[in-house]
């Protein structure tokens, strides 16, 4: 399978994990799951971020499901989150994980680090963990992890870790942040590709200020396909207007923590693309005054195309 490189680009799509109403992983959902992904054009996967209940796994689990993906995906780069509160566990599961064909790694740091330094060397200290032949995404979530990364800490770190193929910048705001990435490597740092999260929510400017694409989830994965397109093919119009459409639903998608991801389960099951909308426990189920406002909101933007 391909390994990670600095070339991704157009839409890696964080994968949500489907279970059964009893918190069993349903295989069956999850290749319907990566069919819908692959009809909707996607470019690569992540599975296990934060929106694929990782925590809630084994690492058996973890595992299995990554191979599943691997298989099912005919050779498009899958990630891997591989994040882990210590290196046993992270160097464990990556190695488990690339010998079952994933393409490379995500990893976050750790809330605990409070200084420039104690990222760097975090970071230096994962690579030597799961090997400096594994690829790896820098994963900067200040919202998750509680640590605020300047670009000169990035720059750092991806100077001094050949294998970080990949920045995943979900900093918000951080539209001046990704102009200042991208600056500093028109100044001389090492390149490497820009994939933005947060759902999506300002993915026209993100990509109009020079990320590669979007390494992120939304129910509706052929839109953030096509705003892709629209906007790398310089049809910036039609790109926002696209955007506009779904841009109520997309919000709604985007409330933070399981609430969202529930929201997305929902709108997934209703699409066909999986089962069910359970969650593995703990989890949340939608009240039924949820259910109702994403229903006004799917109908209307239904109305819209």
């Known amino acids: 399978m391909p390994l990670l490189d600095t070339s991704a680009h157009g839409v890696y799509i964080i994968a949500a994990t489907p279970f059964t109403d009893d918190g069993a992983?349903?295989?069956?959902?999850?290749?319907?799951?990566?069919d819908f992904y692959l009809r909707a054009g996607i470019t690569g996967v992540t599975v296990l971020g934060i929106m694929g209940e990782a925590p809630k796994l084994t690492h058996a689990e973890a595992v299995a499901l990554t191979r599943q993906?691997?298989?099912?995906?005919?050779?498009?780069?899958?990630i891997v989150g591989a994040s882990a509160p210590g290196f046993a566990q992270m160097a464990?599961?990556?190695?488990?994980?690339?010998?079952?064909?994933?393409?490379g790694v995500m990893i976050a740091p750790?809330?605990?680090?409070?200084?420039?330094?104690?990222?760097?060397?975090?970071?230096?200290?994962?690579?030597?963990?799961?090997?400096?032949?594994?690829?790896?995404?820098l994963q900067d979530?200040?919202?998750?992890?509680?640590?605020?990364?300047?670009?000169?800490v990035i720059k750092r770190i991806v100077t001094d870790n050949p294998s970080c193929k990949m920045v995943k910048h979900e900093e918000w705001p951080g539209l001046e942040k990704l102009t200042a990435l991208r600056s500093l490597m028109a100044d001389g740092m090492r390149k490497v590709a820009i994939l933005?999260?947060?759902?999506?929510?300002?993915?026209?400017?993100?990509?109009?200020?020079?990320?590669?694409?979007?390494?992120?989830?939304?129910?509706?994965?052929?839109?953030?396909?096509?705003?892709?397109?629209?906007?790398?093919?310089?049809?910036?119009a039609a790109a926002h207007d696209l955007f506009d459409r779904h841009l109520p639903l997309l919000r709604y998608e985007q409330q933070p923590g399981m609430l969202g991801l529930a929201v997305r389960?929902?709108?997934?099951?209703?699409?066909?693309?999986?089962?069910?909308?359970?969650?593995?426990?703990?989890g949340i189920r939608l009240s039924q005054k949820a259910i109702a406002e994403i229903e006004f909101l799917i109908a209307r933007l239904e109305r819209n195309h």
């Open 25 to 34: 992983i349903d295989t069956a959902s999850l290749d319907r799951l990566m």
């Open 69 to 78: 993906v691997v298989r099912r995906v005919n050779g498009l780069p899958v």
């Open 92 to 103: 464990a599961l990556a190695k488990d994980v690339m010998d079952a064909g994933a393409g």
């Open 110 to 137: 750790p809330g605990t680090l409070k200084t420039d330094d104690q990222i760097v060397t975090y970071f230096s200290q994962a690579v030597e963990a799961i090997g400096a032949d594994v690829p790896f995404v």
């Open 141 to 152: 979530y200040p919202y998750a992890s509680g640590v605020f990364m300047a670009p000169s």
């Open 196 to 236: 933005t999260g947060n759902g999506g929510i300002f993915l026209p400017h993100e990509l109009e200020r020079g990320a590669d694409g979007a390494n992120t989830g939304y129910a509706y994965p052929e839109m953030l396909v096509q705003l892709v397109k629209l906007i790398k093919a310089g049809e910036r």
């Open 265 to 282: 389960k929902y709108i997934l099951k209703r699409r066909g693309a999986i089962a069910s909308d359970a969650q593995r426990k703990p």
